[in-house]
């Protein structure tokens, strides 16, 4: 079914998806700033937040995370979104590729998903590996009823060679990689942040209908954060894929009570901080 609007990971029409697939894509540097957060028991913790909708794990930590359910009797954590393909920086590749390392009918199947995710870099030398890759998630996703999440970001070189785009950030290649997520079939897209609320308002304007979230990005004061979050819901987008700007942090739980505030309520950055 398109659109399964019944799933849990979206809370009156929004999401906020807690990301914890930073030590594959970044390795553990991305724990240094609050090094408990490198165990994945803090996260799910954090997770357990009301306004969490899903909690973005790679398939090991998605296994740990539900033998840490069971083994502390948890019913209130958060939403499982299983994140397929990932990659690291270790890698020395000709241009970008994220390849898959879980099955839609696993991460159903054995660990209980209630969404799953996949990165498309278009602009990629192996952007069509990656369509590919994709036809099959999106395809499988239809069959279980699982939404399928699209992290949506162009990069590479078809991005950085064409001289008529500014980089990743450029809100048309932003918009044009949110609109691959219409046409391909995602159930939401997973964007940057292009640095101005009308550039996300072209975004929106890609995607007539099709849901969309801001990706956080690196960690940055509360007040710039809940600035381009609010810009985000304001202009049209249903919320936010956020990691490092949580788990990074001594108290994540007091910026989520902020961040329940302006994509569940409506609320303006002034009224929470
Ligand atoms: P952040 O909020 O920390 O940016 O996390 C969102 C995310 O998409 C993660 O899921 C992923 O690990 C990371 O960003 C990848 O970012 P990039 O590919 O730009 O390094």
């Known amino acids: 079914m398109r659109y399964n609007y019944e799933s849990p990971i979206y809370r009156n029409g929004n999401s906020l998806i807690l990301a ?3 030590g594959t894509e970044h390795g553990p540097v991305d724990f240094e700033p609050m ?3 490198s165990d994945p028991r803090h996260v799910f913790e954090v997770g357990r937040h009301d306004a ?3 909690i973005a794990l790679q398939k090991g930590n998605a296994e740990y995370y539900r033998e840490w359910e069971h083994r502390n009797d948890i019913e209130d954590g958060a939403p499982l979104l299983v994140k397929l393909n990932g990659n690291s920086n270790l890698a020395e590749r000709d241009d970008y590729y994220s390849p898959k390392q879980c099955t839609v009918e ?3 199947e054995e660990l209980g998903a209630d969404a799953v995710g996949y990165t498309l870099y278009a602009g990629s030398l192996h952007e069509d590996e990656m369509w590919e890759d994709f036809r099959e998630v999106q ?3 239809r069959r279980y009823g699982v939404p399928v999440v699209l992290w949506s970001y162009p990069r590479g070189k078809g ?3 064409n001289p008529e785009y500014s980089g990743q950030k450029d809100p048309d290649v932003v918009a044009y990689g949110a609109r691959l997520g219409l046409e391909l079939g995602a159930d939401m897209v997973k964007c940057k942040y292009p640095g101005e609320q009308e550039d996300w308002k072209q975004v929106e304007d890609a995607v007539p209908g099709l849901k969309t979230v801001m990706s956080g990005g690196s960690k940055r004061s509360d007040k710039d954060f809940l600035m381009d979050v609010h810009d985000t819901v304001e202009a049209g987008g249903n919320g936010l894929a ?3 700007n949580i788990f990074q942090r001594e108290n994540p739980e007091e910026l989520l009570d902020k961040l329940e505030q302006l994509i569940f309520h409506d609320k303006e950055v002034e009224e929470v901080i």
Do not use: K
């Open 139 to 141: 395809e499988e996703a």
């Open 106 to 108: 696993y991460a159903v």
């Open 242 to 244: 956020v990691g490092r």
């Open 159 to 161: 991005v950085q060679e």
């Open 52 to 54: 969490v909708t899903a």
């Open 35 to 37: 090094p408990e957060s």
């Open 20 to 22: 914890y697939d930073h």
